[in-house]
């Protein structure tokens, strides 16, 4: 009996225990309510465009340093069309001359071209007929064609006048490499492409070359040369042994040969070049510098001709006078410079070295430049009085 009591007892204790334990539980967490939808966006109100901001002008591109010319000055006309002769495609007149055409097309809007006419006798054929305005003439040229003499006396009296140049234009003679021809004297019973009759200068010179060294063209084979490509195509297909032809220092065909072909420079005798200018005073003595060409090793001793631009008496000054400023304005010099390195050669010190006559539009520019002297004018005044001309 007392153990069912004390069963009883514990029963009840721990029925109590388990109601207290109950009791002081935490209530549980409601469940969560589930979140609202979210409400639709409200549709994008679209910004109200922009008032248009008014374009802003582009501001204008500065003026170039050099502002083209368009045409003549008022009031004097010139030829419809500018042709400047020069003697061979690619030689470094040709560069020169066509860079002139260019630059008078570029600022003057004039029509103008550079053309090969073969020679300098050829060019001043052609300015004689009016076929042709400029062109690049020699010493002997503007010497013989104004007075109908030597070369031009079947022509008649051909008024040409110096513009600007005073380039040395030097005498080469050349033969392959393996030729038997070491020296002048060698030439002898040779093929000679010398006979220049386009070019008067040339074959002069040829003819003083053979006679300083106590021969004539009847000693060689005299073969007609008409061009510098002419000479060189000869030289390489094998139809010549030697050529004779003028051209600057590096003269760019001369610098291609000595690069695609074996050849040798045949030199001068300083006797024989000294003969040669004491016999005709325009071929001066001088050399070409050692490194010019390839395999040129050595300087080669010889004689060179004054050449340079010259145009028609006709022609008018404007015209020259731009042509002059082309050459030495400071708006154009740097670009005249860079139509080929010969350029650089052609100084305000070198103008007044050439002979007169000069062409009145290249006397103004003188003029112009404070560079014309008195000793200038009385030298011209002297030739155009013997020409039976007034300018």
């Known amino acids: 009996m007392k153990r069912i009591v004390l069963h009883f007892l514990l029963m009840t204790v721990l029925l109590g225990s388990l109601m207290a334990i109950a009791c002081s539980a935490p209530a549980p967490s409601p469940a969560p309510s589930l979140a609202p939808s979210p409400a639709p966006a409200p549709k994008p109100t679209a910004a109200p465009a922009p008032s248009p901001t008014p374009a802003v002008a582009p501001k204008p591109s500065p003026a170039p340093a050099t502002t083209p010319a368009v045409g003549p000055p008022p009031g004097e006309k010139w030829p419809a069309f500018v042709s400047i002769g020069a003697p061979s495609v690619g030689s470094s007149k040709y560069l020169t001359y066509m860079g002139i055409a260019n630059m008078l097309k570029k600022y003057y809007n004039q029509g103008a071209n550079c053309e090969a006419a073969g020679g300098c006798a050829a060019i001043v054929r052609l300015m004689g007929k009016g076929q042709m305005e400029m062109g690049h003439t020699m010493s002997p040229d503007l010497y013989e064609a104004p007075r109908g003499i030597e070369t031009y006396e079947k ?13 040395n234009t030097y005498m080469h003679l050349i033969v392959k490499a393996d030729s038997s021809i070491k020296t002048v004297t060698d030439l002898k019973g040779k093929r000679f492409m010398a006979d220049a009759k386009a070019t008067s200068s040339i074959k002069r010179a040829g003819q003083e070359l053979l006679k300083a060294y106590g ?60 003969a040669i200018h004491d016999n005709v005073s325009w071929l001066v003595q001088g050399k070409i510098p050692a490194g010019v060409y390839k395999g040129q090793t050595t ?29 030495f304005g400071s708006k154009y010099r740097d670009e005249f410079l860079k139509l080929h390195a010969i350029c650089a050669e052609i100084t305000k010190e070198s103008m007044l070295e050439t002979p007169p006559p000069y062409h009145a539009g290249a006397i103004k520019y003188f003029k112009d430049k404070g560079w014309w002297t008195d000793a200038a004018e009385k030298a011209q005044q002297v030739v155009l009085k013997e020409l039976g001309q007034t300018r």
């Open 299 to 327: 300087d080669v001793n010889g004689v060179y001709v004054g050449s340079f631009i010259s145009a028609r008496a006709d022609l008018p000054d404007s015209l020259i006078y731009a042509v002059m400023d082309f050459a």
């Open 155 to 167: 022509d008649g009296k051909i008024q040409i006048r110096y513009v600007w140049g005073s380039w």
């Open 215 to 274: 021969m004539t063209t009847n000693d060689v084979v005299y073969q007609p040369i008409m061009s510098q490509q002419e000479g060189i195509k000869g030289l390489g297909d094998g139809t010549t042994d030697a050529i004779w032809w003028s051209g600057a220092i590096g003269d760019p065909p001369f610098t291609e040969l000595a690069t695609t072909m074996n050849v040798r420079f045949i030199p001068i005798g300083d006797k024989e070049a000294k």
